[in-house]
Nanobody, 126 residues
């Protein structure tokens, strides 16, 4: 059974912080390349951040670089997204997903990710 479970979403005011978690402990397939994406109503799914499991390599979307940090705890098989200085335009449903290759984490292209969680909602008010 393949399963990715996101948590940690919520409602915050502009300038606030949230930390999202992606539990991959029940993920039975290999998961070397993992990423975070978001989708706001009426918009395309957008790549936020990605990493290669067990490596310090990270990639970020231009709109979040410097504000968001992707990390992982391999002992817990969990990936995190620390979000700071949140803005109303960060409001979206946030997903974690498994990439199919190293190119997937570099490109942050959702078409290069094959397994997805159900998402966790982040709402930022002004």
């Amino acid at each position: 059974q393949v399963e990715l479970v996101e948590s940690g979403g919520g409602s915050v005011q502009s300038g606030g912080s949230l930390k999202l978690s992606c539990d991959a402990s029940r993920f039975t397939a290999s998961a070397n390349w993992m990423g975070w994406f978001r989708q706001a109503p009426g918009k395309d799914r957008e790549g936020v951040a990605a990493t290669y499991v067990g490596s310090p390599s990270t990639f970020y979307g231009a709109s979040v670089k410097g504000r968001f940090t992707i990390s992982q705890d391999n002992t817990k098989n969990t990936m995190y997204l620390q979000m700071t200085n949140l803005k109303p335009e960060d409001t979206a449903l946030y997903y974690c997903a498994r990439g199919v290759s190293m190119a997937a984490i570099q490109a942050l292209d959702p078409k290069m990710y094959d397994y997805w969680g159900q998402g966790t909602q982040v709402t930022v008010s002004s």
